[in-house]
């Protein structure tokens, strides 16, 4: 008896991983010549690093969903991807708008909340930890510069 592919997995895995190739492909088409202008980087050497792990994710998901059985699911929770979508959304306005540290924070506790963890001591450390970290390799070591607000810039600057 032939077993029954999970193609639901199997599809998000190969959509995951055209929505990758595309955007590698449309960053490519784009010249940058800002080296020596103050950026340590060329501008989608992280950009790339994060489509090509997002690749292999992909593949790893393509790849579960053609070699597993097909299980039963219950239906899918609209509210909590809309709710996610949005959550995203208004994380990208906040980050252009108040900078990284000031959106970042919040939108860990808020996306683990939807998500359904709630163990208030480990996810609000957990959130503020994380975001100085990411904040600090990125600006200090990556020389990488991300969206600051006016407050964070004279506290550290």
Known sequence: MAVRRDLVTALFGVFFLAGAAL??????RQDFNVLGS?????PLFFPRL???LGGIFATGILI?????????????????????????AAYFWATVETGFLV?????????????GYRRWAVTVPA???ITVLVWYTFTA?????LPSSGVFERLVG
């Open 64 to 88: 579960l969903g053609l070699t597993t059985k097909n299980v039963d699911r219950n239906e899918p929770r609209w509210n909590l991807w809309f709710a996610l979508v949005l959550l995203i």
């Open 141 to 145: 070591w990556l020389k990488v510069p």
């Open 23 to 28: 955007l590698w492909w449309e960053g490519s």
């Open 50 to 52: 994060l489509l090509g």
């Open 127 to 129: 959130a503020i930890g």
């Open 103 to 115: 959106a970042t924070a919040p939108f860990v506790i808020l996306f683990c909340v939807l998500l």
């Open 38 to 42: 103050g950026i340590a980087y060329d």
